[in-house]
Each structure stands twice: as structure tokens, then as C-alpha cells.
């Protein structure tokens, strides 16, 4: 009889701070194999297999719409047949999912923990024409329910009746999430192969491989399909699910960021001025204006798409940039701190984008107006490198990527400060530990360089008492606490009200920007 081994995976406590572990969302197979040990120890002690939210055996063994913990590339490899997606419906050919190449990327610029939330498998590639438009809605309510007004109720009660995106619920210890396939859910119909471009090897550069598996020999003739594209109707629904991911994040999870990618646009105007015409097309908007669905500071959209080494398996030989973006942010986080911008990081991966990006030296170009406002991958004299780290957010206070960070853990943090105090006395000495232990974490903050200002009173204040809450607050058992940052990258403070109810939910907003 064979012995097979197995690698346990060391056990990596979470903690509050912590925001590099991104959860992707998405379509992609399932290999047929069993499943690991410390998988099935994982879904069981989370109560998916006997517990209260126990799933089928069938539905256990896809892994279908339950979340499984990764912490290397080899290990989503050996759960997922990531590679087995169809181009056509009627031929044997096959190219990866997006979601698979999003994971690999991410790990591949030193991610080190994913969360896979597998919704199905992919569909074909080229479909007939008017499929993609007919199957989007499903296909966009396995990603966030919420796309189609009015959906079911969210029962945060009941992870049985999750989906997609509403597990990020269950999941505390995710700061990033990516929907991978969310742009070519909306894209237009895919576009005839471009027979004129010739059969020629891609020149990849080494590729580390998975063990589990030889690679496969590779499929040239993926570099005369389109990667997809979308027009005004697809714009328009990418938008609206995007929004609606964004409202759900906002209700329940408004200490993680979305990190997207920006659609392919057909437009020929798209290329001659981006900024301009995501801002006519209200999917930007621009300063002083009513927010786009799009402009939020918890939402990172990057651009343009990536030719790179190891995309050789994707149509027109192009992944969407979400991945990188995730990889470099959790990297970022990781080895210099969450607050401190990954804008200038070289990626020596990275061959070529679609379009290419016209980077000048003055800041009114085209191109560098983007930049604001979409994390942008662009050539520099010594390589290509990510731009610029940036939200969405036409407020100029929240556009540096790393304030959000910052205030996202710090949400984390005052959440985890009230699980433990929640059934302490809503009163002074309750109020004073709260304050101390903030006053403690933005302390550790200003050492590190993450808040601005000579001293800790310049940097931050910290208010929790009769001044912060009203009488209707103390009778109905809610603590507020008022806290004022100068973030380093920025220029204004940022005055945040924490919340948290006798239910045990913390509610972090932005009340003003002073």
C-alpha cells in the first residue's frame, strides 16, 4: 500500500492589524482529488461538515460556495483544475480561469495567506452570440447577490443561504477581496480570433511550475483571441455590480478593501482621455461632485492589463491586474506596514499592457490624470512599476491607498477591542479602556511612521465619554468613541466615530475631514 504525505500548514495566528489576506471570489474547477486533511479539518471545525451550516457531501467536495484558506500558489493548485476552463463549448481547447490567474499572481508578488471562494465553474470562453448577455445576471448574483435590487434579505444569522461576496461575513480575518471574473462576466461578445497574427512562440522567461503536475504544452493559437472588452451596456452592469459588492461592504465588512480591475473599454475615447470618460460615464466621479458607485476610498481599481510571464495561458495571452495589485498591497503590508504606499514597486514580471500607458513627465497628461485615481502599471526607465497606490475617491484626503489601509485595521482593531468589552458596564471605566487601548495602537502607529507630527498629540486624539455620546446612546447600551488621525500621507485629519451597540456590531464612519 502507497504512504502518501502530507505537509501540515503551520498554524498563523490573525491578528486585528493585520491586512494582507485577500479573499478571491470566483469560477473556477475543482479537481477531482480528495480533499487535504487540513482542509477537511478546516470546513469542519468552521461547522460546514457536522456542525450547524453542514453542506451535502457533494457540494463538501466541490467546494462549492464555502471558503477554503490557502497559503501557497502549490496548495490552490492542488485543490483547483484552474487551467481547464474552455475556450468553446465545442472543441477540446483550454485556457485558465481568471480567478486562478489572479491567485497565482498574488502569490507570486509575495502574498502569503488567500481565501478561496469558489462559486462554479467557468463558462466557455467564446459563446454564441447574446449568452454572455443572458447568463450575466446569474452569473454576476453568484459573485454579489445583491447585483439584481430587490434580492433576497442578507441573513447574517444563517451562513447556509450565503453567497459570493456574503461570506466575507464569516470571514474576520480577510482585509482585501478580488472578483476575478467580474469583468468578463459584463464583457460585450467575444470577438472573431484575429487570424492574421502568426503562430510564434511567446518568449515566457523561466516559469516555476507546479510540482503536482507537468505544464501543459502551450496553446499559441490564445494569443489570437480578445481578452474581454466591454461597451456601454457592459460598462454599465460592471458598475452596477461593483457598487452593489461596494453597499455590501459597506453594511457589514467596512474594514476590508475591493480591489478591482478596470474593464477593457471599447471606446475609442477611452484611449484618448480615461479619466474623462469614466467620469462621463459616471463611473468616476470627479471632485465636488456626487460619488459614482466606483469612487470610495475602500475601493482600489488598477489598470491597465498585463501581459506578463505566465499569462501565456489566458486569450490574447492578457490577466486583469487585480491580482498583482492584491500581492503587492499584502507584500506591502508585510514587510514595511500597511500605511506605507507599494506605488514605485518594479515588476520585472511584467512584459507589456494593453493599452500602454503614455507616461510623461508633466502631471496633465491624459494618463497621469488617471493616475490619481486608478492605481496605474506603466514603463519607467528601469522597468515597469505600479504608479500609483490610490482609491477611487474623489476626496483628496482618502486617495492615498495606505490611509485607507491604516483606518481599515484600525477599524479592525476597535472591533476586536469590542468583542471583548461587550458585556462590560457602558460606563467611565469601560469608556477608559477603550481609550487607552486606541491611544496604544496609534501610538505604535506614529512610532512606525503611519501618522504625521512631532509628538502623539499632534498626531491623534482620542475621545471616549459623555462628550462623544448622547443620552438616547447610554440608554440604549452604545459606546461611541471619536478618534482624529493625521496620516502621514496626508495633508488634512481624518476624524472617524466608532459605534459599537449592545448587539455587538462596531460601526465605523467618516463624520468629516477637517
Not at 491624459?366 to 475617491?393: F, H, K, M, N
Request: charge should be negative.
Amino acid at each position: 500500500m502507497p504512504l502518501e504525505f502530507e505537509t501540515a500548514r503551520a498554524s498563523v495566528p490573525a491578528t486585528p492589524q493585520r491586512t494582507d489576506i485577500a479573499c478571491f471570489i470566483g469560477h473556477v474547477r475543482r479537481r477531482n482529488s480528495p480533499l487535504p486533511k487540513q482542509v477537511t479539518q478546516d470546513l469542519r471545525a468552521a461547522g460546514w461538515i457536522d456542525g450547524p451550516w453542514r453542506r451535502d457531501e457533494t457540494q463538501i467536495r466541490s467546494l462549492d460556495q464555502l471558503p477554503v484558506t490557502v497559503e501557497s500558489w502549490e496548495a490552490f493548485d492542488r485543490l483547483f483544475d484552474w487551467r481547464s476552463r474552455p475556450v468553446s463549448a465545442a472543441g477540446p481547447a483550454t485556457c485558465a480561469s481568471y480567478l486562478g490567474a489572479a491567485v497565482r499572481r498574488f502569490f507570486g508578488q509575495g502574498g502569503q495567506r488567500a481565501i478561496i471562494v469558489r462559486v462554479g465553474n467557468p463558462w466557455p470562453f467564446m459563446e454564441d452570440a447574446g449568452s454572455r448577455a443572458a447568463n450575466r445576471e446569474a452569473r454576476l448574483r453568484r459573485l454579489t447577490p445583491d447585483f439584481v435590487v430587490p434580492s433576497l434579505p442578507f441573513d447574517s444569522t444563517d451562513p447556509r443561504t450565503w453567497r459570493g461576496l456574503q461570506h466575507l461575513y464569516g470571514l474576520g480575518e480577510a482585509s482585501l477581496v478580488c472578483l476575478p471574473d467580474l469583468v468578463d462576466a459584463c464583457a460585450d461578445d467575444p470577438v472573431p480570433p484575429d487570424a492574421t497574427l502568426p503562430l510564434v512562440p511567446v518568449s515566457e522567461g523561466f516559469v516555476e511550475c507546479s510540482e503536482s503536475e507537468a505544464p501543459p504544452p502551450e496553446d499559441l493559437a490564445l494569443r489570437r483571441l480578445h481578452a474581454p472588452r466591454c461597451g456601454a451596456v457592459g460598462l454599465a452592469d460592471w458598475l452596477r455590480a461593483l457598487g452593489a459588492a461596494r453597499g455590501f461592504l459597506l453594511r457589514h465588512r467596512r474594514d476590508v478593501i475591493l480591489i478591482g480591475a478596470l474593464p477593457l473599454m471599447a471606446s475609442a475615447a477611452a484611449q484618448r482621455d480615461p479619466l474623462g470618460y469614466l467620469e462621463l460615464q459616471n463611473i468616476l466621479a470627479a471632485d465636488g461632485e456626487d460619488p459614482g458607485r466606483a469612487s470610495s476610498a475602500f475601493v482600489q481599481l488598477a489598470y491597465p492589463w498585463l501581459s506578463a510571464r505566465g499569462s501565456a495561458d489566458l486569450p490574447q495571452l492578457l490577466e486583469p491586474p487585480d491580482g498583482l495589485l492584491a500581492g503587492l498591497v499584502a507584500a506591502g503590508a508585510l514587510a514595511r506596514g500597511t500605511f506605507r504606499s507599494v506605488a514605485g514597486s518594479l515588476l520585472p514580471a511584467v512584459m507589456d499592457t494593453e493599452p500602454v500607458a503614455s507616461w510623461g513627465l508633466t502631471s496633465d497628461t491624459p494618463w497621469a490624470l488617471l493616475a490619481e485615481r486608478i492605481c496605474l502599471v506603466a514603463r519607467q526607465p528601469d522597468g515597469w512599476a505600479l504608479q500609483s497606490d490610490v482609491t477611487t475617491s474623489p476626496d483628496s484626503a482618502w486617495r492615498a491607498g495606505g490611509v485607507t489601509r491604516m483606518m481599515a485595521s484600525l477599524v479592525r482593531a476597535a472591533r476586536a477591542t469590542g468583542e471583548v468589552e461587550l458585556f462590560g458596564a457602558n460606563g467611565p471605566a469601560l469608556w477608559t479602556r477603550v481609550r487607552r487601548h486606541l491611544e496604544a495602537l496609534l501610538i505604535a502607529y506614529w512610532q512606525e511612521g503611519g501618522l504625521g507630527g512631532a509628538t502623539p498629540d499632534e498626531a491623534f486624539e482620542v475621545r471616549c465619554d459623555r462628550s462623544t455620546m448622547t443620552q438616547n446612546d447610554l440608554d440604549s447600551g452604545r459606546l461611541v468613541a471619536r478618534i482624529t488621525v493625521l496620516p502621514v500621507a496626508a495633508i488634512e485629519r481624518i476624524t472617524v466615530v466608532l459605534a459599537l451597540s449592545a448587539a455587538g456590531q462596531l460601526v465605523g464612519e467618516v463624520r468629516e475631514v477637517a
